[in-house]
């Protein structure tokens, strides 16, 4: 089969975003991706209403809530890691096996069975933040394909998931008003078992290393934070702000049923609304890249840019050789030694001279 190739600056052949080859890919990904995404959304409009419409007391429902997260910090970080070891395939059909547990487990009014749910769903939630792009990144390195063409499906994958997200309010507050709050979760179950069947069928099983030992990414991510503050600083920027979105998806809802006297519909239209924020996120995302373009990144988060700033290249991240670290130097380097996958099991690192 003919594939268009171009050449990168050193001379090496990589396949362009006109060939087959990277059609299939982003046809394999957007529908893969966007069959999870809508489960996840189905999932988040009514997710407060339905425990409250079991009876449940308001601590009891935040309990339920802070067990997803607590399960997403644990059981979903350690999972999630041994996907480079057991398969990135495998880890996202898993996220959405947890993902239908969590969906079908709201059909049973028993409040073990909701803590069960949730731990389920914070497990699923990891699986889903961390593999798919990994998968992903993984197969475009496979394929040869070019740095662009990787930004043009992530694009891609952006656009479509706002789309859905938008759509997907819509969904849950006509099968909620049609028969129960539960509705939108059974919706989303069923996709799950469609995203499952097509993962199976399309998409190829990549690695990392799969050799490495499970402890090993825990000891080395330490070692790094230990090393580098700047990490360190942004993990902590994140933690705060993912904070909030937790607090306001914990409490949105109670919010607004408090706030009774304002409302115009009864119940409230809570997929509408999920709908509408959905909107004004999509827009802020939008308008992301025209400020970039004439404001600094770091003044968006209120941060003081470096004294001497160097325009960080993408290409860094996206080339084939890995970056590892010294543990007793706090500069990245990176090594020639190629194992077929962007995560290597071994590195070395020169600190003499040439």
Known sequence: MHQELASDSEGSSITTSNSLIFKQLQFNYLIGFALAGAGNNLQSS??????????????????????????????????????DKYGRRTAC???????????????????????????ARGIAHSLYNTNFEAWLVQDHHNSGL????????????????????????????FSADLFGYVAPFDIAAGIYVIMIVFILIQWTENYGDKEALSTTSFITAFQVLRNDSRIVLVGLITAFFEV?????????????????????????????MFSTFMFFNMLGAVAFKPLSKRFRVQSFMFMKPPEEYVEPSENVVLLPQTPSYDLKLKQPQTTSEYSGGIDNKSTSINTGND
């Open 46 to 83: 009514y997710r407060y209403a339905i425990f409250d419409s079991y009876g449940l007391r308001r601590p009891t429902i935040e309990r339920i809530f802070l067990c997803a997260h607590i399960s997403t910090l644990t059981l979903g970080t350690l999972i999630s890691s041994l996907s």
């Open 244 to 272: 909030t979105i937790y607090i306001y998806a914990i409490e949105w809802t109670p919010a607004l049923e408090h706030a009774r006297k304002w409302t115009i519909s009864e119940p409230l239209p809570l997929g509408i």
């Open 146 to 173: 070019s740095t662009d063409s990787l930004k043009q499906i992530l694009r891609h994958s952006f656009v479509i998931q706002s789309i859905i997200a938008i759509a997907v309010g819509f969904v849950c507050q």
């Open 93 to 119: 059909i898993l996220s959405a096996i947890f993902y239908t547990i969590s969906c079908l487990s709201l059909n049973i009014n028993v409040v073990w069975i909701f803590f069960v749910g949730s731990a």
